[in-house]
């Protein structure tokens, strides 16, 4: 066994031809494999890349898509409570305008019954005039036709008349 070559303790020749080894392989590996290594990892890089970019740029169009439609319902809030301001004011002008009407309409018909009460007050009064006066004229023709004697017998003739004018 000592004859035999050490591994462990390599002499020149093996250290050349290990060496010329090596360095076939590393050229043959330069020349074939490492330019389709690199290739193929400067590819996936550039895909690599390129993707991060496109998410960049998706994720700022987002934001800016998100700003937008912000400000679209910031908008439309502020449209919607212009709009509600303006019903809320119309609805309260109808309301003043119909009570002003009312009050107006009530005015108008309380000084119409006014007016009516008046002259049916008025005409009561006249037919009242006119009655009394009847009745006066009816019995001071009856006083006169009679002549009553006594005062005893010129009250009850008088009741006795009012009576027969209260029945008719």
Known sequence: MQ???????????????????????????????FGAITGAVEERKNFIDE???NAREANEKLANIKAESEKILMEARAKQADIIKEAMATRD????????????EGAKILEEA?????????????????????????????VVRRQIET??????????????VAKA
Request: charged share 25%; net charge neutral; hydrophobic share 50%.
């Open 93 to 104: 002008n109808i309301i003043k305008a119909s009570q002003v009407k009312a009050q107006t």
């Open 3 to 33: 004859n035999m070559p050490s591994i462990l303790t390599p002499d020149f020749g093996l250290l050349f031809w290990m060496l010329l080894a090596f360095l076939v392989v590393f050229f043959l590996l330069k020349k074939y494999a």
């Open 114 to 142: 006014k007016a009516q009460i008046q002259v049916e007050k008025e005409n009561a009064l006249r037919d009242i005039r006119s009655q009394v006066a009847d009745l006066s004229l009816q019995v001071a023709e009856k």
């Open 151 to 164: 005062d005893k017998e010129q009250e009850l003739y008088i009741e006795r008349l009012l009576d027969e």
């Open 51 to 53: 993707s991060i970019k």
